[in-house]
């Protein structure tokens, strides 16, 4: 999987509803490990399997400032959301740009880790955007789905603008 690459929007791949993981094997660990390296090297807080054409419902997140907090989610399911934040988001499906995002301010969320052990995690802050942002990945919805019809077309101009430069 060293070929993988990280979608980028409008790749049609990130609309993708993920399968649940149903083998926590060898070869599930080593997606989670390749999503890892993925995502400290375009250092992101956050990668989901979907951005890099996996059909698997499976996250990684490190919201820590020195990125040494590595956290694996596999078949996560948010149970519980409380009160609401606005916080800045970016995307390394979208490179370049970032946005306010409005989500609950705490959530309960229960997951899998790479070796099938059950957990359940509440989470608030940055890592409770960032957890729903992912999740959101593995059901196909991307975050500029959650601004206003306006803020939407701004942002995917100036990504059109930004991908012209760079080709
Ligand atoms: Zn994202």
Redesign the pocket.
């Known amino acids: 999987m060293s070929e993988t690459k990280i979608l980028v929007y409008p790749h049609k791949g990130l609309r993708t509803v993920a399968a649940p993981v149903t083998e926590f094997d060898d070869a599930l660990r080593q997606k989670v490990k390749d999503l890892f390296a993925m995502m400290y090297k375009d250092e992101g807080c956050?990668l989901?399997a979907t951005?890099v054409g996996l059909s698997a419902r499976i996250f990684v997140m490190d919201v820590s400032p020195q990125q040494d907090q590595p956290r694996c989610f596999i078949n996560p399911e948010i149970i519980s959301k409380v009160g609401e934040s606005l916080s800045e988001e970016g995307?390394?499906?979208?490179p370049g740009v970032y946005a306010k995002v409005v989500r609950a301010k705490e959530i309960t969320v229960r997951y899998f880790d790479e070796f099938g052990q059950s957990h359940t995690l509440v989470a608030e802050g940055l890592a409770a955007h960032c957890i729903q942002?992912?999740a959101e990945?593995l059901d196909g919805i991307?975050?500029i789905d959650h601004l206003s019809k306006l803020k939407r077309m701004m942002l995917l101009k100036k990504i059109e603008k930004l991908q012209r430069a760079a080709s």
Request: proline share 0%; glycine share 8%.
């Open positions: 956050g989901a951005q995307c390394l499906s979208f942002h992912e990945h991307l975050y």
